[in-house]
């Protein structure tokens, strides 16, 4: 929209200047009146070029305000949501470690459990089989 602005703005000088020269070259004033009226036609013209350089500039430092701006928040931004993410990939790292260290210590203590249970069975059998006089259990009585 500010384009639509600056191109109208362009538009309207050139437009008096082609105006001003039109009417210069076909009214009928002496030499020193039309010299007169370039002269204020194109003072005129400079101060309007001056104006809408004015413009143009304070638009540009305005939009470049908005972009330094935007550029700020979006940094901010990701940098906040890098570091939110950051944080959450450590609780979870942290709470994987928790669960295998909690599964871990299950298995290690079933499988301690069903050793000793198996243990348990092992000497009963061999006990049963050193009460029935099988040949096996003589040879090695250490187990």
């Known amino acids: 929209m500010a384009d639509n602005k ?4 362009v538009g309207l000088l050139i437009g008096s200047a082609l105006g001003a020269a039109l ?12 010299r007169e009226t370039l002269k204020r036609k194109g003072d005129e013209l400079k101060d309007s070029a001056t104006d809408l350089y004015g413009q143009v ?3 540009t430092t305005t ?3 908005q972009v330094k701006d935007s550029t ?6 990701v ?3 890098a570091s939110s993410v950051a944080t959450r990939v450590g609780e979870t790292v942290g709470k994987v470690k928790e669960d295998v260290a909690e599964g871990l ?5 079933t499988a301690s459990e069903e050793a000793g249970t198996v243990r348990e069975a092992a000497k009963e059998e061999l006990a049963k089989m050193r009460q029935a006089g099988h040949p096996a259990t003589t040879e090695n009585t250490t187990a």
């Open 6 to 9: 600056g191109d109208f703005l």
């Open 23 to 34: 009417a210069l070259l076909y009214a009928p004033q002496s030499g020193e009146a039309t």
């Open 57 to 59: 500039k304070d638009q």
């Open 63 to 65: 939009l470049a305000s």
């Open 72 to 77: 700020t928040n979006l940094a901010s931004t």
């Open 79 to 81: 940098k906040d949501s």
């Open 105 to 109: 210590a299950t298995v290690k203590s």
